[in-house]
Protein backbone atom coordinates (compact mmCIF):
# COMPACT_ATOMS: atom_id res chain seq x y z
CA UNK A 1 0.00 0.00 0.00
CA UNK A 2 0.90 3.59 -0.47
CA UNK A 3 1.56 4.52 3.36
CA UNK A 4 2.35 1.52 5.53
CA UNK A 5 2.94 1.87 9.81
CA UNK A 6 5.48 -0.85 10.91
CA UNK A 7 6.62 -1.55 14.19
CA UNK A 8 10.35 -1.66 14.35
CA UNK A 9 13.07 0.98 14.24
CA UNK A 10 15.58 1.93 11.26
CA UNK A 11 18.81 3.48 11.08
CA UNK A 12 18.52 6.56 8.80
CA UNK A 13 21.94 8.66 8.65
CA UNK A 14 20.19 11.37 6.68
CA UNK A 15 17.12 11.64 9.20
CA UNK A 16 16.66 15.70 9.72
CA UNK A 17 17.55 17.26 12.90
CA UNK A 18 14.57 18.55 15.00
CA UNK A 19 15.23 22.09 17.01
CA UNK A 20 14.11 21.86 20.73
CA UNK A 21 10.89 23.40 21.04
CA UNK A 22 10.02 23.03 17.46
CA UNK A 23 6.19 22.93 16.91
CA UNK A 24 4.19 20.69 14.21
CA UNK A 25 4.80 22.99 11.29
CA UNK A 26 8.41 23.03 11.45
CA UNK A 27 8.15 18.67 11.88
CA UNK A 28 5.51 18.41 8.85
CA UNK A 29 8.23 20.68 6.82
CA UNK A 30 11.10 18.21 8.09
CA UNK A 31 9.52 15.16 6.89
CA UNK A 32 8.01 16.50 3.77
CA UNK A 33 11.69 17.35 2.55
CA UNK A 34 13.08 14.05 3.75
CA UNK A 35 9.97 12.29 1.47
CA UNK A 36 11.17 14.93 -1.66
CA UNK A 37 15.46 13.42 -1.10
CA UNK A 38 14.78 10.13 -0.37
CA UNK A 39 12.28 9.42 -3.31
CA UNK A 40 14.39 8.69 -5.89
CA UNK A 41 13.78 8.17 -9.53
CA UNK A 42 12.92 5.08 -10.53
CA UNK A 43 12.46 3.57 -7.07
CA UNK A 44 9.60 5.53 -5.68
CA UNK A 45 10.13 4.15 -2.20
CA UNK A 46 10.92 5.82 1.29
CA UNK A 47 11.52 4.14 4.07
CA UNK A 48 11.07 6.77 7.21
CA UNK A 49 11.88 6.46 11.27
CA UNK A 50 9.80 8.94 13.37
CA UNK A 51 11.30 12.41 13.71
CA UNK A 52 11.54 14.81 16.69
CA UNK A 53 10.93 12.55 19.57
CA UNK A 54 14.75 13.76 20.77
CA UNK A 55 13.17 17.31 20.32
CA UNK A 56 10.37 16.77 22.91
CA UNK A 57 7.67 15.17 20.65
CA UNK A 58 5.66 12.12 21.89
CA UNK A 59 5.37 8.85 19.52
CA UNK A 60 1.69 9.82 19.49
CA UNK A 61 2.38 13.25 17.85
CA UNK A 62 5.18 12.52 15.77
CA UNK A 63 2.92 9.57 14.39
CA UNK A 64 0.30 11.87 13.72
CA UNK A 65 2.05 14.44 11.94
CA UNK A 66 4.19 11.85 9.55
CA UNK A 67 0.80 9.94 8.65
CA UNK A 68 -0.08 13.87 7.67
CA UNK A 69 2.80 14.19 5.66
CA UNK A 70 2.61 11.04 4.55
CA UNK A 71 -0.87 11.92 3.16
CA UNK A 72 0.22 14.96 1.36
CA UNK A 73 3.25 13.89 -0.44
CA UNK A 74 1.46 10.51 -1.62
CA UNK A 75 -1.78 13.19 -3.15
CA UNK A 76 -0.36 14.10 -6.62
CA UNK A 77 2.73 11.38 -6.53
CA UNK A 78 2.93 7.56 -7.39
CA UNK A 79 5.31 6.88 -4.32
CA UNK A 80 5.47 4.25 -1.47
CA UNK A 81 6.42 5.37 2.06
CA UNK A 82 6.59 3.05 5.32
CA UNK A 83 7.16 4.89 8.73
CA UNK A 84 8.81 2.69 11.54
CA UNK A 85 7.17 3.27 14.96
CA UNK A 86 9.13 2.28 18.44
CA UNK A 87 7.74 -0.87 19.57
CA UNK A 88 5.50 1.00 22.63
CA UNK A 89 1.79 1.18 23.47
CA UNK A 90 0.26 3.98 22.24
CA UNK A 91 -2.39 5.74 23.75
CA UNK A 92 -4.44 8.89 23.94
CA UNK A 93 -7.52 10.59 23.68
CA UNK A 94 -8.73 9.19 20.55
CA UNK A 95 -8.60 5.53 21.61
CA UNK A 96 -10.43 6.65 24.55
CA UNK A 97 -13.07 7.90 22.75
CA UNK A 98 -13.38 5.13 20.31
CA UNK A 99 -13.18 2.91 24.03
CA UNK A 100 -16.01 4.76 24.99
CA UNK A 101 -18.09 4.12 22.27
CA UNK A 102 -17.32 0.30 21.66
CA UNK A 103 -18.10 0.44 25.49
CA UNK A 104 -22.12 2.03 24.81
CA UNK A 105 -22.53 -0.09 22.13
CA UNK A 106 -21.37 -3.69 22.53
CA UNK A 107 -20.50 -3.72 26.59
CA UNK A 108 -23.19 -1.86 28.78
CA UNK A 109 -20.83 0.77 29.64
CA UNK A 110 -17.50 -0.86 30.83
CA UNK A 111 -15.24 1.85 29.03
CA UNK A 112 -11.94 0.09 29.71
CA UNK A 113 -12.67 -3.54 28.70
CA UNK A 114 -11.62 -2.78 24.45
CA UNK A 115 -8.71 -0.18 25.14
CA UNK A 116 -6.60 -2.41 27.40
CA UNK A 117 -6.93 -5.24 25.03
CA UNK A 118 -4.06 -3.32 23.05
CA UNK A 119 -2.26 -1.43 26.16
CA UNK A 120 -1.64 -4.55 28.05
CA UNK A 121 1.66 -6.04 27.65
CA UNK A 122 2.18 -8.65 25.39
CA UNK A 123 -0.62 -7.80 23.38
CA UNK A 124 -2.39 -10.72 24.26
CA UNK A 125 -5.59 -10.17 25.27
CA UNK A 126 -8.24 -11.23 22.41
CA UNK A 127 -11.78 -10.23 22.65
CA UNK A 128 -13.22 -11.90 19.99
CA UNK A 129 -15.04 -14.01 21.89
CA UNK A 130 -16.34 -11.07 24.07
CA UNK A 131 -18.10 -9.19 21.23
CA UNK A 132 -19.32 -12.46 19.85
CA UNK A 133 -21.25 -13.03 23.24
CA UNK A 134 -22.92 -9.80 22.38
CA UNK A 135 -24.08 -10.76 18.97
CA UNK A 136 -27.84 -11.29 18.47
CA UNK A 137 -28.77 -14.97 19.32
CA UNK A 138 -29.37 -17.38 16.64
CA UNK A 139 -32.58 -17.26 14.68
CA UNK A 140 -34.62 -20.70 14.32
CA UNK A 141 -33.92 -22.58 11.63
CA UNK A 142 -35.30 -21.86 8.14
CA UNK A 143 -38.60 -23.13 7.01
CA UNK A 144 -38.29 -25.85 4.22
CA UNK A 145 -39.07 -24.63 1.06
CA UNK A 146 -40.75 -27.52 -0.51
CA UNK A 147 -41.71 -25.76 -4.21
CA UNK A 148 -39.11 -26.78 -6.77
CA UNK A 149 -36.22 -24.68 -6.84
CA UNK A 150 -36.08 -22.81 -10.14
CA UNK A 151 -33.15 -24.07 -12.75
CA UNK A 152 -29.73 -23.60 -12.22
CA UNK A 153 -29.09 -21.86 -15.35
CA UNK A 154 -32.02 -19.31 -14.39
CA UNK A 155 -30.94 -18.93 -10.73
CA UNK A 156 -26.96 -17.76 -12.52
CA UNK A 157 -28.14 -15.89 -14.86
CA UNK A 158 -30.07 -13.42 -12.04
CA UNK A 159 -26.57 -13.22 -10.26
CA UNK A 160 -26.17 -9.69 -8.95
CA UNK A 161 -23.39 -7.10 -10.14
CA UNK A 162 -19.92 -8.24 -9.01
CA UNK A 163 -17.75 -5.67 -7.07
CA UNK A 164 -15.85 -4.42 -9.95
CA UNK A 165 -19.20 -3.70 -11.86
CA UNK A 166 -20.63 -2.07 -8.80
CA UNK A 167 -17.32 -0.16 -7.72
CA UNK A 168 -17.81 1.84 -10.98
CA UNK A 169 -21.05 2.64 -11.06
CA UNK A 170 -20.73 3.94 -7.49
CA UNK A 171 -17.52 5.88 -8.91
CA UNK A 172 -19.43 7.30 -11.79
CA UNK A 173 -22.01 8.09 -9.48
CA UNK A 174 -19.65 10.06 -7.08
CA UNK A 175 -18.07 12.29 -10.07
CA UNK A 176 -14.89 11.48 -8.51
CA UNK A 177 -11.64 10.92 -10.65
CA UNK A 178 -9.88 7.32 -10.73
CA UNK A 179 -7.29 8.65 -9.65
CA UNK A 180 -8.55 10.46 -6.60
CA UNK A 181 -10.44 7.45 -5.61
CA UNK A 182 -7.18 4.93 -5.51
CA UNK A 183 -5.31 7.61 -3.66
CA UNK A 184 -8.01 8.36 -1.08
CA UNK A 185 -8.22 4.43 -0.52
CA UNK A 186 -4.37 3.63 -0.15
CA UNK A 187 -3.94 1.65 -2.90
CA UNK A 188 -1.93 1.48 -6.09
CA UNK A 189 -2.23 2.71 -9.71
CA UNK A 190 -1.75 -1.10 -10.53
CA UNK A 191 -3.98 -2.73 -8.23
CA UNK A 192 -6.65 -0.44 -9.45
CA UNK A 193 -6.52 -0.98 -13.02
CA UNK A 194 -6.57 -4.95 -12.45
CA UNK A 195 -9.97 -4.41 -10.36
CA UNK A 196 -11.19 -2.28 -13.37
CA UNK A 197 -10.45 -4.30 -16.20
CA UNK A 198 -11.64 -7.62 -14.47
CA UNK A 199 -14.93 -7.23 -13.98
CA UNK A 200 -14.24 -11.03 -11.82
CA UNK A 201 -11.36 -9.74 -9.94
CA UNK A 202 -11.99 -10.43 -6.26
CA UNK A 203 -9.62 -7.96 -3.97
CA UNK A 204 -8.71 -8.54 -0.52
CA UNK A 205 -11.45 -7.63 2.21
CA UNK A 206 -8.43 -4.65 2.88
CA UNK A 207 -8.94 -2.82 -0.30
CA UNK A 208 -12.71 -3.49 -0.59
CA UNK A 209 -13.40 -1.50 2.66
CA UNK A 210 -10.21 0.88 1.67
CA UNK A 211 -12.26 1.61 -1.29
CA UNK A 212 -15.44 2.12 0.52
CA UNK A 213 -13.97 4.40 2.69
CA UNK A 214 -12.67 6.30 -0.50
CA UNK A 215 -16.44 6.40 -1.82
CA UNK A 216 -17.42 7.61 1.68
CA UNK A 217 -20.05 5.35 1.68
CA UNK A 218 -22.54 4.79 4.69
CA UNK A 219 -22.66 1.81 6.57
CA UNK A 220 -25.37 -0.33 4.67
CA UNK A 221 -23.84 0.76 1.45
CA UNK A 222 -20.18 -0.35 2.73
CA UNK A 223 -21.63 -3.53 3.31
CA UNK A 224 -23.30 -3.68 0.23
CA UNK A 225 -20.05 -3.34 -1.67
CA UNK A 226 -18.09 -5.92 0.33
CA UNK A 227 -20.31 -8.90 0.04
CA UNK A 228 -19.84 -8.46 -3.78
CA UNK A 229 -16.59 -9.47 -3.11
CA UNK A 230 -17.26 -11.91 -0.24
CA UNK A 231 -16.89 -9.73 2.98
CA UNK A 232 -18.84 -8.59 6.05
CA UNK A 233 -18.53 -6.64 8.80
CA UNK A 234 -18.73 -8.64 12.01
CA UNK A 235 -18.98 -7.77 15.45
CA UNK A 236 -16.39 -10.58 16.12
CA UNK A 237 -13.47 -8.68 14.32
CA UNK A 238 -11.68 -5.03 16.57
CA UNK A 239 -10.59 -4.34 13.27
CA UNK A 240 -14.44 -4.44 12.29
CA UNK A 241 -15.52 -2.21 14.90
CA UNK A 242 -13.24 0.43 14.44
CA UNK A 243 -14.07 0.76 10.90
CA UNK A 244 -17.64 1.09 11.73
CA UNK A 245 -16.99 3.81 14.30
CA UNK A 246 -15.07 5.80 11.38
CA UNK A 247 -17.94 5.12 9.46
CA UNK A 248 -20.36 6.30 11.25
CA UNK A 249 -19.23 9.38 13.08
CA UNK A 250 -18.21 10.54 9.54
CA UNK A 251 -14.37 10.62 9.55
CA UNK A 252 -13.22 8.97 5.79
CA UNK A 253 -9.68 9.67 6.40
CA UNK A 254 -8.16 6.57 5.59
CA UNK A 255 -4.67 7.44 7.07
CA UNK A 256 -6.93 8.53 10.23
CA UNK A 257 -8.09 5.20 10.55
CA UNK A 258 -4.62 3.56 9.55
CA UNK A 259 -3.24 5.16 12.23
CA UNK A 260 -5.73 4.07 14.90
CA UNK A 261 -5.36 0.51 13.44
CA UNK A 262 -2.11 0.34 14.53
CA UNK A 263 -2.17 1.58 17.57
CA UNK A 264 -4.42 -1.85 18.49
CA UNK A 265 -1.91 -3.95 16.19
CA UNK A 266 -4.41 -4.57 13.18
CA UNK A 267 -4.19 -4.59 9.99
CA UNK A 268 -4.53 -1.79 7.96
CA UNK A 269 -6.46 -0.69 4.96
CA UNK A 270 -5.72 -0.07 1.59
CA UNK A 271 -3.69 -2.07 -1.26
CA UNK A 272 -1.03 -2.95 -3.72
CA UNK A 273 -0.62 -5.36 -6.86
Known amino acids: MPLELKRGEIECPRAPEIAKG ?65 PAPLSGAFTRE ?55 EELLRRTDAGFSETLLRLIDESGKKDSEVYKRANIDRKLFSKIRSNPSY ?38 DIIVEYFIVTGNYDIFALNETLFAYDLPLLGGVS
Do not use: W
Open 22 to 86: AGETELLAAYLDFFAREDKPLRHSVSAPLFGTDAGFSVEGSLKVAVRAASIYLADREAYITVYVP
Open 98 to 152: LSEYIANRYYGGDGGLFERSYSRAGHSVDLAQNIAACAPMATAPARVVKEKPAAL
Open 202 to 239: RPSKATALALAFALELDLDATRDLISRAGYSLTHSSRA
